[in-house]
């Protein structure tokens, strides 16, 4: 049922990309790039435990301008593609991983995937309606200015940034230099995919280098350096018994600093304070 029920969705976006103007062809790329850079984000959740997740620095809207030569689309093409930013662009929103964490939560927890299931439907029915309003009526009574510049200002402009950047750069041929870019991007990473597995003496890890471009990463860097420096010394010296033992502590740091976060927000909220974030 998951998987007909995914591909009903998948040919839905086709067609109403179609329907706004998006060629059949654009659609099938632009949608298949987004959903492989969804299922590449979930396995970085799942199998490397990364907390932070976004896409690539190309969006799924650069690789079809990579691909696609100006004139070999309409404009009312380019202005589909550009509108689908709420879908390919900023995807560390995408639901996927945390659906996919909550599913693998259940299997450690013994807990029964119907259940988990209705709970992230019920949940979704439930969140979608009362985050539109607040966010349209926290816009509207306060101004999105003087909320998020970022995501009031910066986000609703790209769309109209990117059909700039498209037509005052009209790309007659794809752009092959940044395609050879990908691709040995692409080569790197199975290297190091395939020393990881066949060495064990391989010290990088491909997940490192999918994620080392990261915002969080590059901010938070000195703090996960200091996280495995004290994790290699107390495998090293103690063994994983001793692991098992510090480990409630460490967690409780990051359980510490999530919480004072969460309070000064809520403090936020109640007295109208501002400038006050947790981790970005």
């Not at 690539?56 to 202005?79: E, F, H, K, N, T």
């Not at 306060?142 to 037509?167: C, D």
């Not at 066949?198 to 990261?214: D, E, G, K, Q, T």
């Amino acid at each position: 049922m998951a998987v007909w029920a995914g591909l009903a969705g998948f040919v839905v976006m086709i067609v109403w990309s179609a329907a706004a103007g998006m060629p059949v062809g654009v659609a099938l790329l632009l949608w298949t790039v987004v959903f492989g850079y969804a299922l590449a984000m979930t396995r970085l959740l799942a199998e490397g435990g990364m907390p932070w997740l976004d896409h690539p620095s190309w969006a799924a809207q650069d690789v079809v301008r990579a691909l696609i030569p100006y004139r070999a689309m309409p404009a009312q093409g380019w202005a589909a593609v550009s509108m689908a930013t709420a879908y390919c662009y900023h995807l560390r929103v995408n639901p996927m991983p945390r659906i996919m964490q909550s599913l693998k939560l259940a299997d450690e927890t013994e807990t029964d995937n119907r259940a988990i299931t209705w709970s992230l439907a019920i949940a979704t029915v439930i969140a979608i309606p009362v985050s539109y309003y607040f966010l349209l009526s926290a816009g509207y009574v306060h101004g999105g200015v003087a909320i998020n510049p970022a995501r009031f200002v910066s986000l609703a402009r790209y769309p109209g940034l990117y059909l700039e950047r498209v037509s005052s750069v009209a790309l007659k041929s794809p752009d092959w230099m940044s395609l050879a870019i990908m691709g040995y991007a692409g080569l790197k990473l199975w290297f190091l995919s395939f020393m990881r597995v066949r060495f064990l003496w391989w010290p990088l890890h491909p997940v490192a280098y999918a994620m080392s471009f990261n915002v969080y990463v590059v901010r938070e860097w000195l703090s996960v350096m200091i996280g495995w420096a004290c994790q290699t010394v107390a495998m090293r010296y103690g063994g994983y018994r001793v692991v098992q033992k510090w480990r409630p502590f460490f967690l409780g740091l990051i359980l510490g600093a999530m919480l004072v976060s969460g309070t000064w927000l809520l403090i936020d909220g109640v007295t109208g304070l501002r400038d006050h974030k947790i981790l970005y």
